[in-house]
């Protein structure tokens, strides 16, 4: 079972188009005349190249582009606690989408959370993206604008009471909305500072991998200190709990640029991530978002873990060797272009056993990456274990590869297969 990170639940962004442009922004970028409606018409191909690049980095497709709509068009449907939103129109249509808007307006929807007409609900993460520089705004901006207008109306968000009080958002950007981004030490190097932009700003990491607290706002305490997002776990990204999983900069590098690594390869939520935009970084901004995440200085890398006597949990041994080991292989090693390995792969290696149980109950679908590289199938196992093999398979899993406890049992399992 591959790696699981999870990705926004409540977040919007993100992009799907041609070859990458390198971003001229900078981590402190200045502040950039706005174009107005008339002026955007005659923005250079060069902006509207960069905006294009800026938009796949902010990830704006994610929540934007339906399955089967037309791109920018919305209707993305995102669950939360508080009801299920849905993505906006954001293409060029005067009617349902934002080609009423200005350049200005644009900006305010993303530093302030204010749309032309209402307040918006930070399902879409300005909470993150008022730390995005004016220029970089006006390029996502110009590019937006230069994209084919689609007549598609926006879905009302289907909210409970009371959070269908849309006013109620002004309250909540009062005592929440802050800027986030954390001050720099000195002698932190060039591509840290960048890499905390591209995460913070664009990539908005902390949507999912920050602790929320009582009224949904980001735990500013615990910066990307991993999240519960009902049944999986957005994974702490902190220095020493990526080391921990065995994480290095050169493969974190490789896992958002191609979705594999040694550690796994994307699924769940981090899966349209990779596809929808980091695959489209340059090596330069890769780098520098992996140099962030852990350090100009990193930890090192827990090594692989010892496989310990096992015997204990010989019930699961026997699951494994029943139903995973033809794919992942019977000593854990997986098979290239078929299934990732179990030994040292990063779910398997994570304190939480949420992801590696819900892989096991729910299965993964084929992952494509970017070239030839792919990844079968794995079918899910809810309905032919009960929750007791269910957690017999997961502690194997965790013990022996992951060198993990083994503290699963079906009452766990029991809640996750019902939610």
Known sequence: MPKTTAAPALVTSGMAADAPTPSASTASGGVAA??????????????????????????????????????????????????????????????????GWTADDFYRALHDGMAPDKALYPAMPYTSYRQMTRADSDAIYAYLM?????????????????????????????????DTLPDASKGQSADWLRG??????????????????????????????????????????????????????????????????????????????????????????LRSVSTYLLGDVPPAPAPLPERPDASQLKAGRNLYLAVCAGCHAADGAGK???????????????????????????????????????????PGFA??????????LSNYLRVAYGAQPSDVNSEIVRQLRQK
């Not at 290095?248 to 991530?273: C, H, N, R, W």
């Not at 304190?351 to 679908?365: M, S, T, Y």
Request: charged content about 15%; some cysteine.
């Open 34 to 99: 706005s174009p107005s409606p008339s002026t955007v018409a005659k923005a250079s191909p060069d902006l509207i190249t960069r905006g294009q690049y800026l938009a796949r980095a902010a990830d704006c497709a994610a929540c934007h582009t339906s399955a089967n709509g037309a791109p920018f068009a919305g209707g993305v449907p995102l669950k939360s606690p508080y009801g299920t939103f849905y993505g906006t129109n954001i293409t060029p249509d005067k009617t349902n989408g934002i080609g």
């Open 146 to 178: 230069s994209v084919k207008p689609v007549a598609v109306p926006n879905r009302k968000h289907d909210l409970s009471f009371p959070y269908n009080v849309r006013t109620s958002m002004r309250v909540w950007d009062w005592m929440f909305l802050k």
């Open 196 to 285: 905390r932009y591209l995460a913070n700003a664009l990539g908005h990491c902390a949507e999912c991998h920050t602790p929320r607290g009582t009224f949904g706002q980001l735990d500013s305490a615990k910066p990307l200190g991993g999240a519960a997002l009902a049944r999986i776990a957005a994974p702490d990204l902190t220095p020493d709990a990526l080391a921990a999983r065995g994480w290095t900069v050169k493969d974190l590098q490789s896992f958002f640029g191609t979705g594999i690594a040694p550690q796994g390869s994307a699924f769940g939520e981090m899966y349209p991530v990779v596809h929808l935009s980091t695959q489209y970084l340059t090596p330069d901004d």
């Open 336 to 378: 290239p272009h078929v299934a990732v390995a179990m030994l040292g792969n990063s779910t398997v290696r994570q304190k939480d056993p949420r992801n590696l149980i819900v892989a096991i109950l729910d299965g993964i679908e084929p992952q494509r990456f970017p070239g030839l590289e792919a990844m079968q199938d794995m």
């Open 383 to 392: 309905r032919q274990f009960t929750d007791a093999q269910i957690a017999e």
